[in-house]
T-cell receptor, first 114, second 117 residues
Framework: NAGVTQTPKFQVLKTGQSMTLQCAQDMNHEYMSWYRQDPGMGLRLIHYSVGAGITDQGEVPNGYNVSRSTTEDFPLRLLSAAPSQTSVYFCASSSFKSLAYGYTFGSGTRLTVV | AQTVTQSQPEMSVQEAETVTLSCTYDTSESDYYLFWYKQPPSRQMILVIR??????QNATENRFSVNFQKAAKSFSLKISDSQLGDAAMYFC??????????????FGKGTLLTVNP
């Protein structure tokens, strides 16, 4: 039972480069989301999805794209990386039936944009 | 929109002592869930304890307990018999019991707990 798998764990990008952070879950969770964690800011929601084909913006969506073609996968795309996107990124998922139990988190991706 | 406030950026405690981390939240909803997550240096987010707003009884998980004051919108975490392994960043989080966009978790900014031997 793998839970939520994020890849890569670490990444260094140059300003202007694009990349995709991968997130996959094997629990058949309907809800998936991406957060970024910055010092002193807690975790802030970037984008979320309530099912395949359905996505919506969170609190800090600018500079990021998402899509959800399957229940299992929810990739996060950085279109043109900027130093302000240096952060730790978490993918998290939840079942609609287990609202009371919080999220299952991936292990995070530390991204540095130089 | 809901907000979660953790007023203590850093706390410290002596090993074997008790420490309480504070959390307040703002919401107009009556049904919701509250959580405390622990993030050790490994970066993994670990659920410590949860509380359902409609339950008046405070949740307890071994050495971890909460003081849930619904009217005051307060949700503090008490760690008893603190251990070195309790050293971590602790996040308080809120989740609506409704559907749609309300599935999201709203986090506080965190409290960094240091445990001194």
């Amino acid at each position: 039972n793998a839970g939520v798998t994020q890849t890569p764990k670490f990444q260094v990008l140059k300003t202007g480069q694009s990349m995709t952070l991968q997130c996959a879950q094997d629990m058949n969770h309907e809800y998936m989301s991406w957060y970024r964690q910055d010092p002193g800011m807690g975790l802030r929601l970037i984008h979320y999805s309530v099912g395949a084909g359905i996505t919506d913006q969170g609190e800090v969506p600018n500079g990021y794209n998402v899509s959800r073609s399957t229940t299992e996968d929810f990739p996060l795309r950085l279109l043109s990386a900027a130093p302000s996107q240096t952060s730790v990124y978490f993918c998290a998922s939840s079942s609609f039936k287990s609202l009371a139990y919080g999220y299952t988190f991936g292990s995070g991706t530390r991204l540095t944009v130089v | 929109a809901q907000t979660v406030t953790q007023s203590q950026p850093e706390m410290s405690v002596q090993e074997a002592e008790t420490v309480t981390l504070s959390c307040t939240y703002d919401t107009s909803e009556s049904d919701y869930y509250l959580f405390w997550y622990k993030q050790p240096p490994s970066r993994q987010m670990i659920l410590v304890i949860r509380q359902e707003a409609y339950k008046q009884q405070n949740a307890t998980e071994n050495r971890f307990s909460v003081n849930f004051q619904k009217a005051a919108k307060s949700f503090s975490l008490k760690i008893s018999d603190s251990q070195l392994g309790d050293a971590a960043m602790y996040f308080c989080a809120y989740r609506s019991a409704g559907g749609g966009s309300n599935y999201k978790l709203t986090f506080g900014k965190g409290t960094l707990l240091t445990v001194n031997p």
